[in-house]
C-alpha cells in the first residue's frame, strides 16, 4: 500500500510541522528506536522505522495503537458504526463515568471511541479530569473523518515492527543498548513560572519528573545511546540541560483552548551527540 502514515490522532504537542528539522538533527545512523512518550507518533510513523520501542502513560492511547497493530480491520468497521451528532457524542463521552461498565467494553470498542471523540471533540484537545474520564466538548465539525481506513493499515504495517509498552517512561531504559536512538516529547515545562506543570493524564508531570527525566537522559548518555529532547524554551530546560547540545527551534501551536495561546513559540531540541 503506497503513502505516507501519519498520526491516528491529533495530538497536543504534536510534532507533525517540526518533522523536517527534527529529521534534520537525529543521528546520522542508529541501532534501534524509542520514543517513551510517543504521543500521536508524528516522528515515528514518519521514519517507520524496522525494531521500534514506543511507550505512553496514556493507557487508552497504547491501546489504540495495540488494536491498530493487532485489529485494524475490526476497528474500521467499529469506527464506521460511530455518528458525528451532538448527543450521540456525549452518549459515547459518557460511558467512562461508570468504570466498572467502560472496563467491560472490548479493546476494539475502546479504541474506537478514542479516535471518535479525538475526531468530533472541541479542537481535538484531548483532555481528562482528576477521574481520568474525558471532558472536551463536542466539536461541531461538518465532516470529521472518523475512519480514514487507508491510514489505519498504514499504521498497522509501521507497528509490526515495534514493541508497545504501557509504562512509566523510566520503565524502557532497561531495554536501552549502545547505538539505540531515543527520541524524548515529553509533557512540557511551561512558559512562565506561575503556571502549574502540564498536566499528563490523570497522573500529572510534575518538576520533580522533569529531573527525573534529566536522570534518564545522562542515563542514555553513560549507555552509549543517542537521545534528542523536545521541550519548551526556559530558563529552567536551558540551566537543566547545559552539559548538552542545545539548539533552538520554533514551532506553531495550534491546539489550545484558548487562541491568544496559538501561535509559533520558540522550543528547545536537546541531543548528546552532532556539532
Known sequence: MAGEPKPLVKWVGGKRQLLKELKKNMPKSYNRYFEPFVGGGALFFSLRPKEAFINDYNEELINLYRVVKQKPFELIEDLKKHKNEKEYYYKIRGLDRDPLSYKKLSDVKRAGRFVFLNKTCFNGLYRVNKKNEFNSPYGRYKNPAICDEKNILLCSRVLQNSVIL?????????????????????????????????????????????????????????????????????????????????KTVTARRAVNCKASRRGSVKELLIRNYGQ
Open 166 to 246: 504501557n509504562e512509566d517512561f523510566k520503565e524502557i531504559k532497561k531495554e536501552i543498548k549502545k547505538g539505540d536512538f531515543i527520541y524524548l516529547d515529553p509533557p512540557y515545562v511551561p512558559l512562565n513560572q506561575t503556571s502549574n506543570f502540564t498536566a499528563y493524564t490523570d497522573r500529572g508531570f510534575d518538576k520533580k519528573m522533569q529531573f527525573e527525566l534529566k536522570e534518564f537522559c545522562d542515563y542514555i548518555d553513560r549507555a552509549g545511546g543517542y537521545f534528542m529532547l523536545s521541550n519548551s524554551y526556559t530558563d529552567f530546560v536551558l540551566e537543566l540541560y547545559r552539559d548538552y547540545r542545545i
